[in-house]
Nanobody, 121 residues
Framework: VQLQASGGGSVQAGGSLRLSCAAS????????VGWFRQAPGKEREFVAA????????NYADSVKGRFTISRDNAMNTVVLQMNSLKPEDTAAYYC???????????????WGQGTQVTVSS
């Protein structure tokens, strides 16, 4: 496994979760990292992405103002802080690496396994 996502769980609406994505230095170095999610019966959708330097972060409209993506290059880790969670945020969340920040999942060459987030109303 080249990227490892963790931190998922079950929470009530309005609560918070913190997802982490750990990667090998080879994958992490000089690559943007993005988070995607997929709910049962739905297409995989972009959530957020951050560039190598951490100076550019993009978010899906549905999570702006609630989610924050950050990275620690010394630890080869990217964190997705999720606040004010809603039931519609329920999905399996995946982290992935790409050459640059993009919402296009086909541009991501490396993927981790998913971590489940469940938000109850």
């Amino acid at each position: 496994v080249q990227l490892q996502a963790s931190g998922g769980g079950s929470v009530q609406a309005g609560g918070s979760l913190r997802l982490s994505c750990a990667a090998s230095k080879r994958i992490f170095s000089n690559n943007a990292v993005g988070w995607f999610r997929q709910a049962p019966g739905k297409e995989r959708e972009f959530v957020a992405a951050i560039n190598w330097r951490g100076s550019i972060a993009n978010y899906a409209d549905s999570v702006k103002g609630r989610f924050t993506i950050s990275r620690d290059n010394a630890m080869n880790t990217v964190v997705l802080q999720m606040n004010s969670l809603k039931p519609e945020d329920t999905a399996a969340y995946y982290c992935a690496a790409a050459a640059r920040v993009t919402s296009d999942s086909t541009r991501y060459n490396y993927w981790g396994q998913g971590t489940q987030v469940t938000v109850s109303s």
